[in-house]
C-alpha cells in the first residue's frame, strides 16, 4: 500500500468483496505503471494515500461459475450512459473509474474485486505473465491506431519514431511492427535499459545521438511515450511536414509544444488517453497470437519487494522496461 510520499507498506488488508456484476481475481501477476510511480513520488493528486496502487493484472477468476479460469484485467470502466461510453470510448467517460483511484483499489494485492465485462479470458496458463503486459501494450496500440489512422500513405512505407524505451514506448514501437510499419526507432537515453532495447528485433534503438537516430524533420508519426518538455520539443522537431504526434506520455503538463512550426509545417499533435475495450480486446489477441514477440524483457519480484522496485525505477537503475510484482 502506497502510505506516504516515496513510501510503500507490505500488510494485511481484508479480501475485497464483490459487488452484483463484478468477480473476484487472484493477482498471480502485476506490473508497476509509471502512473503508479507518479503516485508514490506525490505527484498525483488524483491519488491520495493511503491507496493501493497497480492495475496492470492478470490472474484466476476465485469463485462463481468462471471459477479458476484465467484472464487479465481491463482496469478502467466508464459511466455507460454518456456519450463517450455509447461510442465505445469509456476512456474519455468524464464519470471513468480505474482500479488504484479512489474509490476502487489497486492490483498490488492478493485480490481484486472488478466488473466481469472488464475481464479478458487468457487461453494458456503459460501466458499469464505475458497477459499483465496487456493493459500498457493497449495504450500502446491505441496511440499507434491514432497516429496510424491520420496517414496518407501505406503504412509500410511509414517512418515512426517513438520516444521513451519504457514499457509505454518499447509497446508502442512493438504495436507499430504488429501493424505492418517497418521503419521504426525507438529513442531511449538511459544506458542500461537502451543495452536491453538494442538486442531486440523489429526496430531500431538509439540515444538520439548515435548512427541510427533520426533526423529532425524525418518522421510521419512521433509517439512520445513519456511526456516531458523535452520529449514533445524532440518531437514537434522529428516530425515532417503534415506529420502526426500521438502524445501518451503524462511525465510533465507544460512546456515543450512548437506551436508556430506545428502551425507552418501543419503537423497533428494527438492527445492519446488509455485505450478502448476495443484497444484492449485487439492487443490481448495481439498478445495471445505472438504477434508482439517474447515479451520476455522484464523483470519480476516478489510484492513484498516492492519499495526496492520502486527506488531503483526512481533512480534508474534497473535495465528491464517493466517490473512486475508477485504477490
Known amino acids: 500500500m502506497n502510505t506516504g510520499v516515496e513510501t510503500l507498506t507490505y500488510m494485511d488488508q481484508a479480501d475485497p468483496i464483490a459487488k452484483a456484476g463484478e468477480e473476484l481475481v487472484r493477482i498471480q501477476y502485476s506490473g508497476i505503471c509509471g502512473s503508479d510511480m507518479h503516485a508514490f513520488l506525490g505527484h498525483d493528486a488524483r491519488r491520495p494515500t493511503p491507496i493501493i496502487l497497480g492495475h496492470e493484472a492478470s490472474g484466476t477468476i476465485v469463485g462463481g461459475p468462471r471459477d479458476g479460469t484465467l484472464v487479465t484485467i481491463n482496469p478502467l470502466n ?64 491505441h496511440a499507434a491506431r491514432l497516429g496510424l489512422r491520420l496517414q496518407d500513405d501505406p503504412v509500410e512505407t511509414l517512418s515512426c519514431v517513438v520516444l521513451g524505451g519504457g514499457a509505454i514506448g518499447l509497446g508502442a514501437a512493438l504495436c507499430l511492427r504488429a501493424m505492418g510499419v517497418q521503419d521504426i526507432t525507438l529513442i531511449e537515453v538511459n544506458p542500461l535499459r537502451l543495452a536491453t532495447l538494442k538486442g531486440m528485433d523489429g526496430f531500431k534503438a538509439s540515444d538520439g545521438k548515435d548512427a541510427d537516430a533520426p533526423k529532425d524533420g524525418s518522421a510521419d508519426l512521433v509517439i512520445d511515450g513519456v511526456g516531458y518538455a523535452a520529449t514533445r520539443a524532440a518531437a514537434c522537431e522529428l516530425a515532417k ?36 475495450p476495443k484497444d484492449f480486446q485487439e492487443t490481448g489477441e495481439a498478445i495471445f497470437a505472438g504477434k508482439m514477440g517474447l515479451l520476455d524483457w522484464v523483470e519480476t519480484r516478489h510484492l513484498s519487494e516492492g519499495q526496492g522496485a520502486f527506488d531503483d525505477i526512481r533512480s534508474g537503475n534497473t535495465p528491464a522496461p517493466k517490473i512486475i510484482l508477485i504477490p
Not at 511536414?241 to 515543450?256: N, R, T, Y
Open 241 to 276: 511536414p503534415g506529420g502526426v504526434i500521438s502524445h501518451i506520455g503524462l511525465g510533465s503538463g507544460e512546456g515543450g509544444v512548437d506551436v508556430r512550426r506545428m502551425t507552418l509545417h501543419e503537423i497533428t499533435l494527438i492527445g492519446c488517453y488509455t485505450y478502448t
Open 78 to 141: 466508464g459511466c455507460g450512459t454518456c456519450h463517450a461510453c455509447r461510442s465505445g470510448k469509456p476512456n474519455i467517460c468524464l464519470g471513468r473509474q480505474i482500479i488504484s483511484m479512489p474509490p476502487r483499489p489497486g492490483a498490488f494485492a492478493e485480490m481484486v474485486a472488478i466488473p466481469s465485462e472488464n475481464l479478458l479470458v487468457v487461453p494458456r496458463a503459460e501466458l499469464l505473465q505475458s497477459a499483465a503486459l496487456t493493459e500498457p501494450l493497449a495504450c500502446s496500440w
